[in-house]
């Protein structure tokens, strides 16, 4: 349907957006795991939501503008600004001063973003506040920029383009959560926000007990070429149980338990990779975003938003990866999941952190992969139900030939993988992708 009609989307003028009470002037420092250089960047959301007739005549701009200035309230923090310090350190000027906040409105009914509801959605763009991809720190600009666009069905979208130095996406979910509930008229979030970033806070001195080899200096491969985002096309591809199902199958007995999510993204890294075609001898890497929260000990207080994840990384050749069957790339992606299953990882990168001056990643030839399934930002309900569906916005990093970036989202009972490749190579992608399928082992009838 969209294919045929172009949205027009009409947008007031930007207001920033202050805390509905004032709150405490004062300085706030991040955690080490915060203010990583690779986390010093806005990433997007975007969250659909249908009509719901018990909400008919309700204006869900002005709802939200006022939940979130509640929600401030609680969530200070976010209405400040950033500052650097000594030894590149992160701190939170709590100013005050407020989030951006954009009334929109859109000549287009929820039909128009497809069925599904996954991306990539036609003219995002227009539903989103996008921030410059600026990996120094954005100073004195806001934590926060929320898009809030009524459709002509009566549902609506919701956009925030957030600094990831702030907080983690189970981190953003929970201030998101609080939104919905002042909504719906409550007067205290029921998870209190607990700020407490020394947790995760380098020891003193450092100490560094893993290899990290995802902050690795440089491995002597060329960082390749970049390909300008007007050449590249995105595409999602579902994988339901039953491809999944297939695949497994084609793998060894002592894999037989492997997640879901490592058998997806080791098959999507081998046809990624066989799509870019590198050099057979150039390394290449796999990084998998990891919520460590299960693995801290003590654990984290209830209700701490900030950055726990971690970048565990898999490293191998082009050529092993392209020429051994699945069972290689998936064997990579579970090891590099197993080493950093460990309460001491997430301490030992805070180390690295300081010793080390922040290093960033190792980007030449790496493919990333956030397994956003239950991360939550669909949970936010300000009175008209859940979100229909929603996650990171693909465009939120800029892929080229160096760097890939996929969020997987859950739908129903698969997984969705944003693609994006220049068009050549999308279409490598697609061929290996279907033939690795349709090869599986069938399924016995026994």
């Known amino acids: 349907m969209h ?16 805390p509905a009470q004032s709150t405490p002037h004062e300085f706030k420092s991040l955690s080490d795991i915060d203010d990583q250089t690779f986390l010093r960047m806005y990433v997007t959301t975007l969250t659909f939501y249908k009509k719901n007739p018990s909400m008919e005549g309700k204006d869900p701009v002005k709802i939200i503008r006022e939940a979130i200035a509640k929600a401030l309230v609680f969530y200070y923090p976010f209405a400040g600004r950033l500052r650097e310090h000594t030894g590149r ?18 000549d287009v009914t929820l039909q128009y973003f497809g069925d599904t509801l ?69 007067a205290l979030p029921s998870i ?4 407490e970033r020394h947790l995760l806070t380098s020891a003193q001195p450092p100490h560094v007990s ?31 149980s039953t491809e999944i199902s297939a695949l497994r199958r084609s793998l060894p007995p002592h894999l037989q338990h492997c997640s879901k999510f490592e058998i997806v993204a080791g098959c999507t890294w081998r046809c990624q990779t066989i799509a870019l075609s590198p050099k057979p001898d150039e390394y290449i890497r796999f990084i998998g975003v990891m919520d460590h929260r299960k693995q801290i000990n003590p654990p984290l207080p209830v209700g701490y938003y900030g950055n726990v994840v971690a970048f565990p990384v898999a490293v191998t050749t082009a050529g092993e990866l392209s020429k051994n ?19 001491e990882y997430l301490r030992s990168v805070a180390g ?24 939550g930002f669909e949970q936010m309900d300000v009175g008209w139900g859940s979100a229909a569906n929603g996650g990171m916005s693909v465009g939120t990093f800029w892929p080229t030939a160096n760097m890939q ?42």
């Open 325 to 343: 069957p699945l069972h290689y790339a998936v064997e990579l992606v579970r090891k590099a999941k197993h080493e950093a299953a460990t309460s």
């Open 405 to 446: 970036v996929a969020w997987y989202l859950g739908l129903k009972d698969g997984f969705v993988v944003p693609v994006c490749l220049p068009l050549k190579s999308m279409k490598v992608f697609e061929k290996h992708l279907q033939v690795m399928i349709a090869t599986a082992p069938i399924a016995s009838s026994l």
């Open 3 to 18: 294919r045929h009609v172009i949205m027009a989307v009409t947008r007031k003028t930007p207001e920033l957006l202050c």
């Open 89 to 106: 350190k992160l701190v939170v000027e709590c100013t005050g001063q407020g989030v951006v906040f954009v009334e929109a409105d859109a």
């Open 192 to 195: 209190q926000p607990v700020w």
């Open 118 to 186: 996954y991306p990539p959605f036609p003219n995002s763009d227009d539903l989103t506040l996008a921030m410059p991809n600026n990996r120094g720190i954005l100073f004195d600009i806001p934590l926060m920029f929320i898009q809030v666009t009524r459709l002509k069905c009566g549902g609506f979208v919701f956009s925030n383009c957030f600094n990831h130095t702030m907080c983690d996406g189970i981190g953003l979910s929970q201030f998101l959560y609080a939104v919905g509930e002042l909504a719906r008229g409550t």
């Open 352 to 375: 690295l952190m300081v010793m080390r001056d922040r290093p960033n990643f190792t980007m030449a030839k790496t493919y990333m992969v956030s397994n956003l399934r239950h991360v």
């Open 210 to 240: 893993f290899a990290h080899r995802e902050y690795d200096v440089g491995t002597g491969t060329s960082g390749g070429t970049h390909v300008s985002l007007d050449q590249m096309v995105e595409r999602s591809f579902f994988f339901s």
